[in-house]
């Protein structure tokens, strides 16, 4: 098990196919979640979880197959009773609970809770799922009647839950540890997309579109546009299709941080090229090579805005990392 102040990942691969079963059900089942963990007949039991820990919220992200997750009438006396956001992104989940089940399909969603009896069955290879722990008493007052919407289908084109969905992954890619007031900020987002995603009060949903959803879906796109930063086809409209918004209102969220999507975008790429710059491994390339391999199609441009931006010129810096070698 890897683990640091943030991130806990754990593998059925770093462990020997005996113990497998095993060490997932005692370190990550009854450990962390009071659930029992237990493999599938007649499938290969694989299983990789990444989890964050935040102040009202876990995050976890399940990747492999075989696998049973119950929550069973010996755990029950624990007296949990998180909601649980259960978001399928891959392959078919069965999820049952008071005596009913329902087949997630891919990038669909249901509410579950750990207070009742009932699990998730994970039958085939390849599966990917994001599940978001929540306190009923933190989360309640957003969604009153969360109960009635227990494993209730939420279908993959709810705005809301490809927001949270995007948001809770790029959580979990952020292997640094987050200042505590930026904890409680993402917190606060998470619980206004799972409300909007389940069906809160009316107030509530007010709340998070003025709150949350804007914040989220600006995370989201940042996400998306460092992941395709070196592409020559990154722009406005790739984004805005992506997302399933204009690009004026692409510019407004932008507008709202005092910054546009191209500033955005370019100041990434000069940073990305300042560190090519330093790095002595890259002493071969030329400038202009990394330029363009960073995403730059105009030298002049290039050359203008970073030294605008730094204050020097490429080749300055590149000097100056020579210097300091010797």
Known sequence: MQQNSSIIRLSTEDFPERDRVAIFR????????GLDIAALPQVPFRLTSTMRSLPGAVITS???????????????????DDLIM???????????QRGEEIVLDERSATLGTIG??????R???????????????????LMPNADDAVLRPIAPDCTA?????????????????????????????IYDLVAAAVGGTRDAIEVARGRGIPAARLSAIKSDILGNLL?????????????????????????????????????RRLALVLRKLRNPDRAGHTISAVAYECGFGDLSY????????????????????VATRR
Do not use: K
Not at 173 to 187: F, H, K, S
């Open 26 to 33: 005692e370190q990550f089942g009854r450990s962390q979640f």
């Open 86 to 96: 259960i978001m399928n992104l891959q392959g078919p989940s069965v999820v049952a």
């Open 62 to 80: 399940n990747v492999g197959s075989g696998v049973r997750v119950w929550r069973t009438r010996e755990f029950l006396a624990d007296g949990r």
């Open 161 to 189: 839950l490809r927001l949270l969905i995007r948001y809770a992954g790029a959580l979990l890619d952020i292997d640094a540890p987050l200042q505590p007031e930026l904890q409680r900020c993402i917190v606060d987002h």
């Open 231 to 267: 592409s020559r086809n990154l722009s406005i409209e790739t984004i805005c299709a992506r997302h399933g918004i204009t690009p004026r209102y692409l510019r407004m969220l932008f507008a709202g941080e005092q910054t546009t999507f191209s500033d955005f975008v370019t100041g």
């Open 302 to 321: 290039f050359n203008r805005v970073f030294r605008r931006q730094f204050g020097m010129t490429p080749s300055d810096v590149r000097a100056q990392g």
């Open 116 to 121: 009742e009896f009932g699990g998730i069955l």
């Open 123 to 141: 039958p085939q290879t390849n599966h990917r799922s994001l599940i978001v722990n929540l306190p009923r008493a933190a989360i309640g007052p």
